[in-house]
């Protein structure tokens, strides 16, 4: 997942659509979409499709962060030369609560600079919203983008605008790893950038339960389970792990089995798995699905949690009294979300990376992040879009604490333990991108319903196989 947020198309009824799209086009409303039942669930244990709340709601719970006098003035220096233009321009992406409010915090420099209103709209149903708004016509200046694949399809439309028309392109290339840059060009023209990025494969504990792990982690995948032998019975259960997001619920199993592949088969068969040249009754493919099952097996509240538990909440267990569990699978994100949110760094929470499996591939990492991209070449678009991406506004933009930035300039994080996620993306021996945002979305589709269905019953594992490799055969035929 992009961000590791939720992503895929849902069924949505059209006039809820519609009324967000609008919304995304004009005046900045930030209403989201009532939620919808989710389609991919297994009928048997489908959850309540719960959409984020509506972002202007969960925004105005949270307070505004608090940034340095000098990274502020830094980041409007950086605006007022952008030149005052007034106007307005319309932003959709899914950030709500914590996170949308550091991106309020962000922008606030640049309207004031440059007199550009920046009308912000919030929902976590993405891929629905433009896919209504491609059809209709209407559609906002710029907006989050689903993935790498969905990108791919919106370029291929005609649907983004080239960047390289909008951006500064000598400092953007300079400032970002060749590797983002290329993940966000199309036939030779760059129509994605990415405002953030994140590590994933994090294994996040209680330090007060299980002890400072961070100085000392379990270096394999053995030593771990060598941990859960020694540590269980100091919570209910192992893991924590749940996966309802809507209509994409199923996507936060992707990251484990992800992380899975990466670090027993290598990277080289990850990429060759995403784009579609690894069947997925591979033996080693099969390996890693029962990995994942054996996690689900020693999850709290068992398989019936793990479907229905909203992904945001899926570590609130881990620091409750007694422990509902010892370790929570999930990207850097989580620590804006559920109970996270309200706990302190360090002391209450703090991570180690995904421990190696093969031993070659140990610093291997996972990364994902939001991928923006214009629909609308207009001046309020292209200067949101070069203060975006600059170090003063990406500087300013992690200052919050939720967020890591894709710009080389960038160097100090607010807190120890975004300088150590920083550090490990840029430590990386081998980096690779989120393998089922870069699927087309019939096979990302299947691949999170197979999840969810091997996840409720574990013995229709060769069925389900069988069934992606289906998929596979025809959903990349023209991808």
């Not at 048997?44 to 340095?68: D, G, I, K, L």
């Not at 982690?217 to 259960?237: F, N, R, Y």
């Not at 709290?300 to 422990?323: E, H, K, Q």
């Amino acid at each position: 997942m992009i961000q590791g947020r939720p992503r895929g198309v849902r069924v949505l009824a059209v006039g809820a659509v519609m009324m967000l799209v609008a919304a995304a086009c004009s005046s900045g409303a930030t209403t989201a979409p009532t939620s919808a039942p989710a389609s991919a669930a297994p009928a048997a244990s489908a959850a309540p499709a719960s959409a984020a709340p509506a972002a202007s709601a969960a925004a105005s719970a949270v307070p505004a962060p608090s940034y340095s006098a000098t990274a502020i003035s830094a980041a409007q220096q950086y605006a007022s030369t952008l030149g005052k233009i007034g106007g307005s321009v319309s932003v959709l992406a899914v950030w709500g609560g914590s996170e949308q409010a550091q991106f309020l915090a962000m922008v606030k420099p640049f309207e004031d600079a440059t007199g550009i209103t920046v009308n912000y709209t919030g929902t976590r149903d993405e891929p629905a919203v433009l896919t209504a708004g491609i059809a209709s016509g209407q559609l906002p200046d710029i907006a989050g983008l689903p993935g790498p694949a969905q990108m791919q399809q919106y370029a291929a439309a005609g649907k983004l605008q080239d960047l390289s028309t909008m951006l500064d392109m000598n400092a953007y290339t300079s400032q970002t790893p060749s590797s983002l840059v290329q993940l966000g060009t199309v036939s030779g023209k760059l129509v994605g950038i990415f405002l953030d990025v994140s590590a994933k494969g994090q294994i996040w504990y209680d330090p007060k339960v299980v002890g400072d792990l961070a100085s000392n982690p379990p270096a394999t995948w053995s030593d771990l389970q060598t941990l859960i032998t020694q540590d269980k019975s100091k919570a209910q259960a192992p893991w924590c792990f749940s996966v309802e997001s809507g209509a994409a619920s199923g996507w936060p199993a992707t990251d484990v089995l992800e992380s899975f592949v990466l670090h027993t088969q290598g990277p080289t068969y990850y990429n060759n798995w995403w784009a579609g040249k690894v069947k997925w009754t591979d033996p080693g493919m099969k390996a890693d699905w029962q990995q994942l099952g054996q996690m689900v097996a020693q999850s709290y509240g068992g398989a019936n949690r793990v479907l229905t538990a909203n992904f945001a909440n899926a570590g609130d267990p881990l620091f409750t009294t007694p422990p509902g569990c010892l370790f929570l699978h999930q990207a850097s994100f989580i620590t804006g979300l559920g109970q996270f949110a309200n706990e302190q760094k360090l002391t209450d929470y703090n991570f180690f990376p995904f421990p190696a499996i093969t031993p070659q591939y140990a610093n291997a990492v996972e990364g994902a992040g939001d991928l923006f991209g214009a629909f609308h070449n207009t001046p309020q678009a292209a200067a949101l879009m070069k203060y975006l991406v600059s170090a003063q506004a990406q500087t300013l933009f992690v200052g919050g604490g939720e967020f890591l930035s894709a710009n080389k300039g960038v160097a100090n994080y607010p807190n120890a333990m975004n300088q150590r996620l920083g550090q490990i993306l840029s430590g990386a021996t081998s980096f690779v991108f989120d393998a089922s945002d870069q699927m087309p979305t019939p096979m990302q589709t299947a691949f999170y319903k197979g999840l969810l269905q091997y996840i409720q019953y574990p013995s229709q594992l060769d069925s389900i196989l069988q069934n992606l490799d289906s998929v596979q055969a025809s959903s990349y035929t023209t991808h």
